[in-house]
């Protein structure tokens, strides 16, 4: 997760909104290193856990459940 | 002297707080890059992003980080920043 | 000519007791006499009214003119010709202190003194006073940068570390400025040097920040050029930190020290090397992890999403053992120049222990310690991990005796880690894991375990007896993960 951070924060450094999609296990550690990277505002979102023991309809499922939620994200100022 | 402060140095990196500012949010139907961090299953779950960021107008295009355990090496970034107007990566569990 | 009698003196030395109202009387007179005292200024103060002094001495600040002149002991007095010393005497000697108050013209009143009388130690002489003036000067010359942190007097300065969350679960040694200007004083570098950029967070770790968490974490000073190359070699981006604090895998990093400067600062390369008991070899282990934890920033349950971790994680660091060895240090094997000290960084699991107790041949004894690298994460799991082997010198006569090099076991060991692809697909044994059954066209085809024979790195250590071996299973291996990197610790000296 923590790699995919500051991937985000990188692209939004060379001026493209980027939004990274973790698993909620993450949600805590996200907002701290969103903190400490010196970007609380940091665009992410979360899917329920787990995502390795779910089958192929359940993970389209969870697209479908936050597809608005990512372009919100990517589309706020 | 058993009620001297004692000096100690820090040994963290005291850093400042900086507020770096976001970049210009996504307009329109803009073209959109999925990162595939590459842990496993990902690829369902980014396939059916695409599936219907298409439908709601939106060029996508799909990449993947040589792995998950690093950050994304910068001239694979450079090369999605320059063609793409917004980034979604995924899917870290 | 600018002549003057400089005296440096102690508000609790009698010989000082004996000589300053001497001093005071001539200075009083007009002669070109100056008394400064190491004391502090009360202690000074108070000896003045106690000896009824017309002047009370200015002190002597930070000891500046005491270390200038470095006196064994005081009273030292001083003939000085514009801050050059022309001679001196120290304690007290009625004639030579004459002969010399003659030079700068001036009379001393020295009968009612002693004909001889031994001074006493100059503060300078003190270890603590020492200490914190080194440590004061380091401040002012701006080696050390690092902002100070005040712990009360009323707090215990072990419980106030555990507090701040600068710990990892152990005590640490308080990082006072003397302290860290002492492990300092064993790197030529500048302590500002930044050795590498710590993940998650992108900490900067200078030297002196690594010097900082050296303290900490208890290390001999003469260990800290090997925790500085530790850090170097962490850092480097093949060896993919980040990733490593961050995995739910319970791997963390080995510090496998080979060469010459692992023996000097008293290393352990033989028995329980991989056990308690050794100093050196504990801290620098630690010192990296703690720098990990408080230059990166990662913790655990938080950065560090290890599911169980391991007791490694605290420090996992051992030295090679040179004599005997029947290979080239792993250093050297990995490109560190003959005779040289260097490091290598694995990103590994805790050791376990293989037991082959009646090999006598090499090929024998490839085969047993192939069942146990085959067993690394289990036997299901094909080419994702490499492996640290400690071979032991029980172990290792065998190779040594038999001519076997590195490249040779290393080549065997791979040999005979495959197994036929029926065994280890998916649902083998009962197992559901295990290779992908899409990548299995033949049942009898062999997987191998490792990548490559040089995925099996090699090391040698271990007390005399004991016919064991070790490995320290690895984490995601290659290019998608973490790879072993390898520093001299020359650049650190």
Same mark, same amino acid.
């Given at each position: 997760?923590?790699?995919?951070?500051?991937?985000?924060?990188?692209?939004?450094?060379?001026?493209?909104?980027?939004?990274?999609?973790?698993?909620?296990?993450?949600?805590?550690?996200?907002?701290?290193?969103?903190?400490?990277?010196?970007?609380?505002?940091?665009?992410?979102?979360?899917?329920?856990?787990?995502?390795?023991?779910?089958?192929?309809?359940?993970?389209?499922?969870?697209?479908?459940?936050?597809?608005?939620?990512?372009?919100?994200?990517?589309?706020?100022? | 002297?058993?009620?001297?402060?004692?000096?100690?140095?820090?040994?963290?990196?005291?850093?400042?707080?900086?507020?770096?500012?976001?970049?210009?949010?996504?307009?329109?139907?803009?073209?959109?890059?999925?990162?595939?961090?590459?842990?496993?299953?990902?690829?369902?779950?980014?396939?059916?992003?695409?599936?219907?960021?298409?439908?709601?107008?939106?060029?996508?295009?799909?990449?993947?980080?040589?792995?998950?355990?690093?950050?994304?090496?910068?001239?694979?970034?450079?090369?999605?920043?320059?063609?793409?107007?917004?980034?979604?990566?995924?899917?870290?569990? | 000519?600018?002549?003057? !009698?400089?005296?440096?003196?102690?508000?609790?030395?009698?010989?000082?007791?004996?000589?300053?109202?001497?001093?005071?009387? =001539?200075?009083?007179?007009?002669?070109?006499?100056?008394?400064?005292?190491?004391?502090?200024?009360?202690?000074?103060?108070?000896?003045?009214?106690?000896?009824?002094?017309?002047?009370?001495?200015?002190?002597?600040?930070?000891?500046?003119?005491?270390?200038?002149?470095?006196?064994?002991?005081?009273?030292?007095?001083?003939?000085?010709?514009?801050?050059v010393e022309q001679g001196r005497v120290e304690g007290i000697d009625r004639g030579r202190l004459a002969e010399l108050a003659a030079q700068a013209g001036v009379t001393l009143e020295l009968d009612a003194l002693p004909e001889r009388r031994p001074g006493c130690a100059s503060l300078t002489r003190d270890p603590r006073v020492a200490a914190s003036l080194a440590a004061r000067a380091a401040r002012r010359e701006g080696r050390i940068r690092s902002r100070p942190i005040e712990i009360g007097g009323l707090e215990d300065p072990f419980e106030a570390l555990f507090d701040r969350g600068l710990t990892d679960g152990l005590p640490v040694v308080p990082p006072t400025p003397e302290r860290v200007v002492a492990m300092l004083e064993h790197t030529s570098r500048d302590p500002g040097d930044v050795v590498g950029i710590v993940p998650?967070?992108?900490?900067?770790?200078?030297?002196?920040?690594?010097?900082?968490?050296?303290?900490?974490?208890?290390?001999?000073?003469?260990?800290?050029?090997?925790?500085?190359?530790?850090?170097?070699?962490?850092?480097?981006?093949?060896?993919?930190?980040?990733?490593?604090?961050?995995?739910?895998?319970?791997?963390?990093?080995?510090?496998?020290?080979?060469?010459?400067?692992?023996?000097?600062?008293?290393?352990? =390369?033989?028995?329980?090397?991989?056990?308690?008991?050794?100093?050196?070899?504990?801290?620098?282990?630690?010192?990296?992890?703690?720098?990990?934890?408080?230059?990166?920033?990662?913790?655990?349950?938080?950065?560090?999403?290890?599911?169980?971790?391991?007791?490694?994680?605290?420090?996992?660091?051992?030295?090679?053992?040179?004599?005997? =060895?029947?290979?080239?240090?792993?250093?050297?094997?990995?490109?560190?120049? =003959?005779?040289?000290?260097?490091?290598?960084?694995?990103?590994?699991?805790?050791?376990?222990?293989?037991?082959?107790?009646?090999?006598?041949?090499?090929?024998?004894?490839?085969?047993?310690?192939?069942?146990?690298?085959?067993?690394?994460?289990?036997?299901?799991?094909?080419?994702?991990?490499?492996?640290?082997?400690?071979?032991?010198?029980?172990?290792?006569?065998?190779?040594?005796?038999?001519?076997?090099?590195?490249?040779?076991?290393?080549?065997?060991?791979?040999?005979?880690?495959?197994?036929?692809?029926?065994?280890?697909?998916?649902?083998?044994?009962?197992?559901?894991?295990?290779?992908?059954?899409?990548?299995?066209?033949?049942?009898?085809?062999?997987?191998?375990?490792?990548?490559?024979?040089?995925?099996? !790195?090699?090391?040698?250590?271990?007390?005399?007896?004991?016919?064991?071996?070790?490995?320290?299973?690895?984490?995601?291996?290659?290019?998608?993960?973490?790879?072993?990197?390898?520093?001299?610790?020359?650049?650190?000296?």
């Amino acid at each position: 997760m923590s790699c995919g951070l500051r991937d985000v924060l990188e692209f939004e450094r060379v001026g493209k909104p980027a939004v990274l999609v973790a698993s909620d296990v993450f949600t805590g550690a996200a907002d701290k290193q969103a903190r400490m990277l010196g970007q609380p505002a940091a665009r992410r979102a979360f899917v329920p856990h787990p995502v390795q023991d779910r089958t192929d309809d359940e993970l389209r499922e969870l697209a479908r459940s936050i597809v608005d939620e990512l372009v919100a994200a990517l589309a706020r100022a | 002297m058993a009620l001297e402060n004692l000096e100690i140095l820090d040994p963290t990196p005291e850093r400042a707080a900086a507020g770096l500012p976001l970049a210009a949010p996504m307009r329109g139907e803009a073209r959109i890059a999925l990162v595939d961090i590459r842990k496993p299953r990902g690829d369902v779950f980014l396939d059916e992003l695409e599936r219907l960021l298409a439908q709601k107008g939106h060029a996508v295009e799909r990449t993947m980080k040589p792995t998950f355990t690093k950050p994304a090496p910068a001239d694979v970034r450079r090369e999605i920043a320059a063609r793409c107007d917004a980034i979604i990566e995924a899917l870290a569990d | 000519m600018a002549l003057e !009698l400089v005296a440096l003196v102690k508000h609790d030395c009698p010989v000082c007791d004996q000589l300053l109202p001497v001093l005071d009387a =001539a200075a009083a007179g007009g002669a070109p006499v100056r008394v400064l005292s190491q004391s502090d200024a009360e202690e000074t103060a108070g000896q003045a009214a106690r000896l009824g002094l017309s002047f009370v001495p200015p002190l002597d600040d930070e000891l500046a003119l005491s270390q200038r002149y470095d006196p064994d002991a005081v009273p030292a007095l001083l003939l000085l010709d514009g801050g050059v010393e022309q001679g001196r005497v120290e304690g007290i000697d009625r004639g030579r202190l004459a002969e010399l108050a003659a030079q700068a013209g001036v009379t001393l009143e020295l009968d009612a003194l002693p004909e001889r009388r031994p001074g006493c130690a100059s503060l300078t002489r003190d270890p603590r006073v020492a200490a914190s003036l080194a440590a004061r000067a380091a401040r002012r010359e701006g080696r050390i940068r690092s902002r100070p942190i005040e712990i009360g007097g009323l707090e215990d300065p072990f419980e106030a570390l555990f507090d701040r969350g600068l710990t990892d679960g152990l005590p640490v040694v308080p990082p006072t400025p003397e302290r860290v200007v002492a492990m300092l004083e064993h790197t030529s570098r500048d302590p500002g040097d930044v050795v590498g950029i710590v993940p998650p967070y992108d900490g900067e770790a200078t030297v002196e920040k690594v010097a900082i968490n050296a303290v900490m974490a208890g290390a001999p000073p003469a260990a800290l050029p090997v925790v500085l190359a530790a850090v170097e070699a962490a850092c480097a981006p093949e060896f993919a930190l980040h990733g490593l604090v961050a995995t739910t895998y319970p791997a963390g990093p080995t510090v496998v020290v080979s060469g010459p400067y692992a023996q000097e600062i008293g290393m352990n =390369a033989g028995g329980n090397c991989l056990g308690q008991g050794n100093r050196a070899n504990l801290t620098i282990g630690r010192g990296l992890q703690l720098v990990v934890r408080n230059v990166g920033g990662g913790r655990p349950q938080e950065e560090d999403r290890a599911t169980h971790g391991q007791m490694g994680k605290v420090g996992s660091c051992f030295a090679e053992l040179a004599d005997g =060895a029947p290979w080239e240090p792993l250093a050297q094997a990995r490109g560190v120049a =003959a005779g040289e000290t260097g490091v290598t960084l694995m990103a590994t699991e805790a050791p376990r222990a293989i037991v082959d107790q009646l090999a006598r041949d090499p090929d024998g004894l490839c085969a047993s310690l192939a069942l146990a690298l085959e067993s690394v994460a289990t036997p299901k799991q094909r080419l994702a991990f490499d492996a640290l082997l400690v071979v032991g010198p029980e172990h290792g006569r065998v190779f040594r005796e038999a001519g076997w090099d590195r490249a040779q076991v290393q080549a065997k060991l791979h040999e005979l880690t495959h197994r036929r692809a029926g065994d280890v697909v998916r649902g083998a044994l009962g197992s559901p894991e295990g290779v992908d059954p899409r990548f299995v066209t033949d049942p009898e085809m062999p997987v191998a375990k490792f990548a490559a024979a040089e995925r099996i !790195l090699l090391a040698y250590a271990g007390g005399d007896a004991g016919l064991f071996s070790m490995v320290f299973g690895g984490w995601a291996s290659g290019e998608i993960g973490s790879a072993p990197v390898t520093r001299s610790i020359e650049p650190w000296r």
